[in-house]
């Protein structure tokens, strides 16, 4: 299968690689994904003063799309603020990388990754977690 | 731009220069069919595919009335167990293969169980290895046939075939075998392995695509399969259609150069093989799967813990490989080859396939496991797993959410 230029981009050189201390109260983890389903998404977020996503970060273990989805992910949560953050919708990530529908889950792991980093967050800070829909892959 | 080294013959392999020069004749001046009696054209390509027959016969120990041209290995497994299946069903309806067949074979008994068929579907060892015991168990009066492939095209592993059809014919039924990746690449005789049928294509030996074999025994016992296309007769009633002269004499002359170079061909790949083995086994957490003693001698199979295999292909452009990874299929489903060799998915989704050839040279084999060893190092510094591994957390303690 082609990947497109944008997908490969971001395989080729993903932006936010790394790991934030996941002990930190203003940092949350999401990891989602099973190795066995053969994808896994670490997505982790540092949340500054004003509520301002001030870093993220990824790993993910997984194929090209997965990996793209996951950097862009990081790309645009870098400046939003936790509100904007969860409006995020896997369908922005399939458009902005012309994911093809058999990898359309890639992007549905990587919104699960933001909320599920979001949810530890709002936890560790005393705040309810979010309840999630759960999204069907 | 630069082809990347091609490590994917098993999948299919490029066309012998000689063997295009064998056929190209056969496309323009000696057009003929086969089957024309009256003049010269048609005698002139009935010579060329008599003469291929022979080859074919050669190669594998057999008369050339035994040899039936198809349209590939997938055709020769639907002929050979669907023309069984019917010709034989006053005996029975039972027939046994293995979990790791071809699909033109698992596929092929699935289509048959809707139309009455019992079909026994062995499992594997780990080492991918059917267990003669468990077959013996298996066989009743009413088994009419026993399909079990030669040299497996993941993992590489050869069957046990004479064993097989030992078993096979002790008690009444025939021996069949999917021998696409074995012929051509090691000794095969059907003679003194005791097959029946035998199925093999010609792209997989560096023959052209489009062209293969059922092999369909004369002799004690003389095995008669009905026919899947009914037309001219062809091929001994067995399958009609005009042949594909160029594609035979391709075949031919493909068979020809495999029997005579085989020998020293399988020890060079072979080395070749366990350099390659050998030096990405010394990465860490990377594992050879299937029999290492029983194999093809151009095929390794490794998985390389927590990488993704897809995304290790993508790593490794400048390789043509091939993955048992979920994300390369249409199914989503790892392969189901490793997955019955006992392989967790996570194993199975983390293997890549080398399959070596004629036209692989050590300096190919040298920077194939250069790029390898540079995308594994890289995928894992991307790889939660892999980090999770190092700061020695226990991955099989954590709750996925299976998706």
């Known amino acids: 299968m082609a990947y497109s230029d944008k997908v490969i981009d971001h395989y080729s050189n993903p932006r936010n690689v790394g790991t934030l201390n996941k002990d930190e109260k203003n940092v949350g983890t999401g990891l989602v994904g ?51 953050a969860l409006a995020i919708d896997n369908m922005d990530i399939v458009e902005e990388l012309a994911l093809p529908p058999v990898k359309i889950h890639c992007s549905v792991l990587a919104e699960d990754a933001i909320k599920a980093a979001i949810n530890d967050y709002r936890v560790k800070n005393g705040m309810e977690p979010l309840v999630l829909e759960k999204s069907h892959h | 731009m630069k082809q990347p080294i091609y490590l994917d013959n098993n999948a299919t392999t490029p066309l012998d220069p000689r063997v295009l020069e064998a056929m190209l004749p056969y496309f323009t001046e000696k057009f003929g069919n086969a089957s024309s009696r009256n003049h010269a054209f048609g005698w002139v390509a009935e010579e060329a595919v008599d003469y291929a027959r022979e080859q074919v016969a050669k190669l594998v120990g057999c008369t050339e009335k ?15 167990i669907k023309g069984v299946f019917e010709m034989y069903q006053e005996k029975g309806n039972h027939i046994i293969t293995a979990v790791t067949e071809h699909k033109a074979v698992l596929d092929t008994c699935k289509h048959l169980e809707k139309l009455g068929a019992k079909v026994t579907y062995l499992r594997v060892k780990e080492d991918g290895l059917i267990d003669l015991a468990e077959l013996e168990a298996a066989m009743t009066p009413e088994t009419i046939l026993v399909s ?35 012929v ?16 093999f294509s010609a792209h997989k030996m560096y023959g052209p695509k489009g062209v293969g ?4 025994r004369r002799k004690g016992p003389r095995v008669k399969v009905t026919a899947q296309i009914d037309g001219g007769g062809h091929e001994r009633g067995m399958r009609s259609g005009t042949l594909n002269v160029p594609g035979i004499v391709g075949l031919g002359k493909a068979c020809e150069l495999c029997r005579l170079e085989m020998d020293e061909e399988a020890k060079r790949l ?22 290492r003693e029983n194999r093809l001698p151009h095929v390794a199979n490794i998985s390389f813990k927590y990488v993704e295999g897809e995304g290790l292909m993508m790593a490794m452009k400048d390789l043509a490989v091939s993955s048992g990874s ?17 392989l967790s998915d996570d194993l199975a989704h983390s293997s890549i396939r080398y399959g070596l050839g004629r036209f692989t040279t050590e300096a190919d084999i040298d920077e194939a496991i250069a790029i390898t060893e540079k995308a594994v190092n890289h995928l894992r510094e991307l790889s939660p797993l892999w980090e999770m591994f190092k700061e020695g957390v226990d991955l099989s303690k954590i709750e996925w959410a299976e998706h």
């Open chain 1, 34 to 84: 099973a190795p066995e389903c053969g994808d896994v998404m670490r997505l982790q977020i540092e949340v500054g003063a004003d509520n301002v996503i001030t870093d993220a970060k990824f790993k993910t273990f997984g194929c090209g799309s997965a990996i793209a989805s996951s950097s862009l992910a990081t790309e645009w949560l870098k400046g939003k603020t936790v509100d904007e």
């Open chain 2, 66 to 80: 035994e040899i039936i041209f198809t349209s590939g290995a997938t055709e020769a497994d639907n002929l050979a």
């Open chain 2, 148 to 182: 079990i492939m030669y040299g497996n095209n993941e993992i590489g592993v050869i069957q046990p075939v004479k064993e097989i059809s030992a078993i096979a014919h002790k008690h009444g039924a025939l021996f069949m075998t999917d021998a696409t990746q074995a």
């Open chain 2, 184 to 199: 051509g690449k090691i000794p095969v005789n059907v003679n003194e392995d005791g097959i029946d049928l035998m199925a």
């Open chain 2, 213 to 216: 074999v059922l092999y369909v």
């Open chain 2, 270 to 291: 072979s080395a070749l093989r366990d350099k390659l083995e050998s030096r990405l086994t010394q990465l860490e957490e990377s594992y050879v799967n299937g029999n």
């Open chain 2, 326 to 342: 979920a994300c390369t299929s249409a199914s989503l489903e790892p392969s189901y080859v490793l997955k019955s060799l006992g």
